[in-house]
């Protein structure tokens, strides 16, 4: 069975600090998914990345694939308000399967 | 272009009673899923399809029923509903990468 680990489960910072969330597993994944889920939505796709050690930028955020294709990171600079949320990451395995492993997630919560 | 829509929105059931749950995409996607989310639990897959006609169970799905009979739509079934079932039911739709497309859920609480 896979299963990504993600830490921490809950970090509650000030608005401008800057945070980094972890994803870690003991398999290799085929690419792994960033989700934000807001409070009384559903999960919401950030970025896929494919590649190990792959970098990808999404305005303050920045995502890396680890080299072996088994953890990815998540870094938040300068907070803000807007980015409270849950975040999950999602391993595909690839091949003919269809499903994701989907981590537990950590709870962001950014003060004004 | 709407997404993924489910429907209800909420609901209150009594302990036995029955229900569909109904989820609709129209992005043309072959795949879908049904999910619950629990406190502490993370997302737990019940059912999926691959594909019209298709499906295959999840990690949870005792006392769950699924049906895909067209394509852009994949219902979800609860025969004699329990305290147990009690939760948020997301759907998803996926597209050739696997990437996943949620719904707005659906809370449920079963009395």
């Known amino acids: 069975t896979q299963l990504l680990e993600q830490s921490p489960q809950f970090l509650s910072i000030q608005e401008g600090e800057n945070l980094t969330v972890y994803c870690n597993s003991s398999?290799?994944?085929?690419?792994l998914q960033w989700y934000r889920q807001e409070p009384g939505e559903g999960p919401v796709l950030l970025v896929t990345v494919v590649t190990g050690g792959e970098v990808k930028k999404l305005k303050r955020l920045t995502f890396q694939f680890g080299d072996a294709r088994k953890d990815s990171s998540l870094h938040i600079t300068a907070a803000q308000p807007g980015d409270t949320g849950l975040y999950l990451c999602a391993g595909d395995s690839g091949g003919s399967n269809y499903k994701l492993t989907f981590g537990k997630g950590t709870l962001l919560t950014v003060n004004p | 272009n709407a997404g993924v829509t489910q429907t209800p929105k909420f609901r209150v059931l009594k302990t036995g009673q029955s229900m569909t749950l109904l989820c609709a995409q129209d992005?043309?996607?072959?795949?879908m899923y049904w999910y619950r989310q629990d406190p502490g639990m993370g997302l737990r897959l019940i059912h999926y399809s691959v594909g019209e006609g298709t499906t295959a169970k999840g990690e949870v799905p005792d006392g769950y029923n699924v049906s895909r009979l067209k394509k852009q739509n994949f219902l979800l079934g609860l025969e004699s509903a329990a305290p147990s079932q009690t939760s948020v039911y997301f759907c998803?739709?996926?597209?050739?990468?696997?990437?996943?497309?949620f719904g707005p859920g659906t809370r449920l609480t079963v009395l």
């Open positions: 398999s290799v994944f085929s690419s």
């Open positions: 998803a739709s996926g597209n050739k990468h696997n990437e996943q497309f």
């Open positions: 992005m043309n996607h072959e795949y």
